[in-house]
């Protein structure tokens, strides 16, 4: 199973980096794996996402985002949402280019108060991708980052069964879809 953690902090080496790669271990071994899982860090891809023409690291982290099964999707929250990096990178993607993965949305945030915006903002956007986001999103503050596995571990649980249902669910589409062209 193919587990990949999709950041959009500009920021290299952020606390929302290290939030989501935490999530998608913890995922990944909830889910039965041994928490392998790949990063698609977008703070090192900002200058080339808005330039023309294509960039081999661009292409990368599209065919690493697309390909996944399981897509922990992070930002810190920015003006109540997710960041315009994320969105620029998303923004990239066709039309249902996340058909036949779940994704779990996630956001990082200083204030409580932006904790709907994981739901209200960027699930929207990941279902209108095609994603199957079977859970509510995880919305982690600032404050939890010390005692991460805390938080983690509960979520994971909770999620895992839902995340499993619908790569089950996932596959059997993506079967019926192959043998009815």
């Known amino acids: 199973m193919s587990v990949v953690a999709l950041v959009g902090n500009p920021r290299a080496g952020s606390r929302t980096l290290a939030v989501a790669t935490e999530a998608a271990g913890t995922i990944s071994r909830g889910l039965g794996g041994e928490g392998r899982h790949e990063v698609v860090d977008l703070s090192a891809l900002g200058p080339h996402l808005l330039a023309p023409g294509s960039h081999a690291g661009v292409e990368v982290a599209r065919e690493l985002v697309t390909e996944a099964e399981v897509l922990v999707v992070a930002s810190p929250t920015y003006k109540g949402t997710y960041t315009g990096?994320?969105?620029?990178?998303?923004?990239?993607?066709?039309?249902?280019?996340?058909?036949?993965?779940?994704?779990?949305?996630l956001l990082v945030m200083g204030d409580p108060r932006h904790a709907l915006a994981v739901e209200v903002h960027l699930r929207p956007l990941l279902v209108e991708l095609g994603a199957a986001v079977p859970s509510p999103g995880l919305a982690v503050l600032e404050s939890q980052i010390p005692a991460l596995g805390e938080v983690l571990a509960p979520w994971a649980d909770r999620v895992a069964p839902q995340v499993a249902g619908a790569l089950k669910s996932a596959r059997k589409d993506v079967g019926r879809f192959a043998a009815h062209p």
């Open 85 to 105: 990096l994320l969105k620029s990178f998303l923004d990239r993607l066709p039309p249902d280019a996340l058909a036949g993965t779940v994704a779990l949305p």
